[in-house]
Nanobody, 126 residues
Framework: QVQLVESGGGLVQAGGSLRLSCAASGLTFSNYAMGWFRQVPGKERESGAAISGAGTIRYYADSMKGRFTISRDNANNAVYLQMNSLKPEDTAIYYC???????????????????WGKGTLVTVSS
């Protein structure tokens, strides 16, 4: 059974930083692209960042470019999202996702996802 478990969310002031982690189990981790999506209540879940299985391809939504960095540790089945210069509009539930390719995350959004985590809440105060 595949499990993706996020951690690291919380409350931070604007301009601050957070690092999200996602621990994966039940899958051959390096065979999967991993991604971070986010969702504000009442809005659609949107793709934010993705990384290929080998870690050689990264994709960022325009809203995250230059501020967020996705990385992965295949030896420990983990993916991370380093979030810097946080803004109030970054407030959302952040979801870890696994799928066949980072390109599909970019092109298909939620349609490119095979597995989801349950999410972690990030709140950025102004």
């Amino acid at each position: 059974q595949v499990q993706l478990v996020e951690s690291g969310g919380g409350l931070v002031q604007a301009g601050g930083s957070l690092r999200l982690s996602c621990a994966a189990s039940g899958l051959t981790f390096s065979n999967y692209a991993m991604g971070w999506f986010r969702q504000v209540p009442g809005k659609e879940r949107e793709s934010g960042a993705a990384i290929s299985g080998a870690g050689t391809i990264r994709y960022y939504a325009d809203s995250m470019k230059g501020r967020f960095t996705i990385s992965r540790d295949n030896a420990n089945n983990a993916v991370y999202l380093q979030m810097n210069s946080l803004k109030p509009e970054d407030t959302a539930i952040y979801y870890c996702a696994a799928g066949p390719s980072a390109i599909r995350f970019r092109n298909e959004g939620t349609g490119g996802v095979d597995y989801w985590g349950k999410g972690t809440l990030v709140t950025v105060s102004s």
